[in-house]
């Protein structure tokens, strides 16, 4: 027994050894303070530390005094990168950073000063002929931006005096100029979308026509694309973008007598934008109702009713389709149930507007009586 013993307690003290020996091996600290441009504290921002040999990444937040600090770290070379916030990290957007820092076992000190950097940078000074190079590149390529956002906008402005003068064709050649230029802005090809559609009742050969409407298609098509592809920071923005191309797609669609393609992108639009949705729902109404799909208007018209039940217009044009489903019972014309409502709604919201003549037309012709005050009559007084 006493020997078992022995040989256990030799055991154990063989075990200490080693995880001794593990404990103790060499380490390094860091420490540094990192301030803004304005040689303010980054306050909560996060400094990492990443090996260049096995990877191993020490993420290190700055307290209120933009100081950061940490034991245990690794001896060997580290790529080191600063992020003003956590938030920051995660995009993987820094704020500046330098490769190849040694750390040795003892303390190491490794500071972040924005505004010395940037000036620095600027003067070329403490910076490898690789990050030299790379922010000459970035300075030529961000003077390229500028001066092509410049052409751009020239041609953008010349297609619009053009347009404006209902040249449409000079305004077409400047957008396809601005192709030329640079062929992946989606506003580019919208625009030019928008001139071949314009153009198109312009033409006497039919067959002229059609093809503006089927070029507009094309245009507006690119431009989905191309928003799709590379999207505003703003989804807002983003929204409104996409509705405005569908909705002009469909109505190239439209005019080109694509009635179904018309009223599915016309959906799109009013699902990519809901704010505006009513707008989109009238124009399938209009296009249901110039195709004289009756049924399918008033479908259309409800829904512009729901989503805005101030918009008179689609009162009076539900009603119009209504009285179109009307038939003949001797000498009496008889409207489908709420055709009259239809019109009293409209006359309601615009007494006096476009259509308030044809809609007391369309009511005498259906022997209703014509109220302006639809749905606010006054109850009759109580009896005593």
């Given amino acids: 027994m006493k020997k078992i013993f022995v040989m256990f307690l030799n055991a154990v003290l063989v075990l200490g050894i080693f995880v001794a020996s593990a404990v103790a091996q060499g380490s390094g600290s860091v420490k540094g303070v990192c301030k803004d441009l ?24 700055t307290n209120k005094r933009g100081e950061y600090f940490s034991l245990g770290i690794t001896p060997g070379k580290y790529n080191v990168t600063l992020y003003r916030t956590a938030d920051d990290l995660k995009a993987n957007k820094e704020a500046f950073h330098q490769n190849g820092i040694p750390v040795q076992m003892d303390e190491n000190t490794l500071d972040f000063d924005l505004k010395k950097e940037q000036e620095n940078q600027a003067k070329g000074v403490g910076i490898s002929a690789e990050q030299l190079k790379q922010q000459q590149e970035l300075a030529a390529k961000q003077q390229k931006e500028v001066n092509t956002v410049k052409a751009l906008n020239d041609k953008l402005n010349a297609a619009k005096t053009a347009a404006d003068a209902g040249d449409y064709d000079t305004a077409i050649a400047a957008m396809n100029d601005a192709n030329q230029v640079d062929p992946s802005r989606d506003l580019v090809w919208f625009k030019l979308g928008d001139y071949e559609r314009l153009s198109a009742p312009k033409q006497t050969d039919p067959a002229e026509k059609q093809k503006r409407y089927e070029a507009a298609v094309a245009a507006y098509q690119k431009a989905l694309e191309l928003k799709q592809a590379t999207p505003d920071k703003d989804p807002a923005a983003q929204a409104k973008s996409l509705a405005a191309y569908y909705n002009n797609l469909a109505e190239a669609y439209a005019k080109s007598g694509k009635v179904d393609d018309a009223v599915k992108t016309y959906a799109l639009a009013a699902q990519a934008d809901p704010t505006a949705a009513s707008q989109y729902y009238f124009n399938t109404g209009a ?18 009713i729901a989503a805005d039940p101030n918009k008179a217009d689609a009162y009076y044009w539900k009603g119009v389709n209504m009285i179109g489903k009307a038939t003949l019972q001797g000498d009496k014309m008889v409207a489908p149930p709420g055709t009259a409502e239809a019109f009293q709604k409209y006359l309601e919201l615009q007494p006096t507007g476009s259509y308030a003549q044809p809609a007391k037309d369309m009511l005498t012709s259906i022997g209703a009586s014509i109220e302006t005050s639809f749905g606010n009559k006054k109850k009759p007084a109580k009896k005593n």
């Fill in 38 to 61: 304005d040689g303010k504290p980054i306050v909560d921002g996060v400094v990492v530390y990443a090996n260049q040999d096995n990877g191993q990444k020490y993420p290190l937040k």
């Fill in 287 to 304: 296009v249901l109702t110039n195709a004289g799909k009756v049924d399918d208007a008033i479908v259309a018209f409800d829904k512009v």
